[in-house]
């Protein structure tokens, strides 16, 4: 068995005996099941004998300091997925996993100090937010924000199990946010409509008629939250600027930002063309923030091709050494 396959083994086996057990969900139990292996203890008062004495049994099995963080968090993952399949809405969908690769790649460009804030204002899960910890070796100050508190909780369990520090809230990010401006934000934006119409009239990308969209809104909220000069990447619908409301966003991003890139992902990755997403990559304007001679515009080969893949990626770091060496 391979280390993922071990971990997916001990989260699901245990996560099923607690749900049994305690009459919960399965993600409710996978919750619980994450905080036992992160305390080193059965937390759960009403748990039989027989069902103690089984889990200490499992967790006994296997030692998560022999494991590493991407490890933990792509099993952490697959069991969070299995349980989605029983029960999910759809703006519960996961970030995958090369998304969030991509987007730490990016950051990674980016940002060139070694330590900074970080916002994730659509936490879920926490699995985009955790793949780009993993892969950026900076001191990084991060933050969640989520009004689910069950995906919160799953994605404070998952921070925990990775040895993040991570600040959590649990609360609609549209609302105010009691937190200091970041350097960067990393969202996958929640597509919809935002169904509260009084708060969203505190935002100037609200709908001039009935409700606004959520993910405009998030974008506005998040610019709200970044220093001037910060970046942000949005994990964004190929549709995103053809909408009835997409003048508005358009003239809203041209005044309080600079367009720096926007990378198309493989249409292989999605269930349909409607589905395909791009990560868009803007800039807080601040003073001496000058824009790129261009933008880095990208059609992102499906990621098996390895030979066109690498292509992109010189293109990408030529990109970077024109505009940002």
């Known amino acids: 068995m391979t280390p993922i396959e071990q971990l997916f083994t001990l989260f699901n086996e245990t996560a099923l005996c607690l749900q049994e057990e305690l009459d919960c969900s399965y993600l409710e139990a996978l919750a619980e099941t994450g905080e036992n292996l992160f305390h080193g203890s059965i937390l759960q008062e009403e748990l039989s004998e027989l069902t103690v004495k089984r889990l200490k049994k499992q967790y006994g099995e296997v030692q998560l300091e022999n494991y590493s963080h991407e490890d933990i968090r792509k099993a952490y993952q697959l069991v969070i ?6 029960n999910v809405q759809p703006n519960h969908q ?8 991509l987007v730490a790649y990016l950051a990674g460009k980016f940002m060139k100090q070694p330590a900074f804030r970080l916002l994730d204002p659509a936490v879920g899960t926490g699995n985009l937010l955790m793949t780009v910890l993993n892969h950026l070796p900076k001191q990084i100050h991060a933050i969640g924000v989520d009004i689910d508190d069950l995906l919160l909780k799953l994605a404070y369990v998952n921070a925990n199990l990775q040895e993040h520090s991570v600040q959590f809230f649990n609360q609609d990010s549209l609302e105010s946010l009691f937190i200091d401006p970041v350097d960067i934000v990393i969202a996958d934006l929640p597509v919809g409509y935002y169904p509260n119409d009084i708060r969203a009239a505190d935002y100037q990308l609200k709908a001039d008629t009935g409700h606004s969209y959520s993910h405009h809104l998030f ?30 966003l358009h003239e809203f991003l041209k005044e309080n930002t600079i367009i720096q890139g926007l990378l198309q992902l493989p249409i292989s990755m999605f269930k349909n063309k409607q589905a395909a997403k791009s990560i868009f990559v803007v800039q807080k304007k601040g003073e001496d923030i000058k824009p790129p001679k261009q933008a880095l515009l990208v059609a992102l080969p499906s990621l098996s091709k390895r030979q066109e893949m690498d292509r992109i990626l010189t293109e990408i770091d030529k990109w970077f050494q024109e505009n940002k060496g």
């Not at 996961?94 to 690769?101: E, F, I, K, L, R």
């Open 219 to 248: 974008i506005e909220q998040s610019i709200r939250h970044t220093k001037p000069g910060g970046y942000l990447f949005f994990v964004i619908p190929n549709g995103l600027f053809e909408s009835e409301q997409a003048g508005k």
């Open 81 to 86: 997925l299995k349980g989605m399949k029983e």
């Open 94 to 101: 996961m970030t995958p996993d090369t998304v969030g690769m």
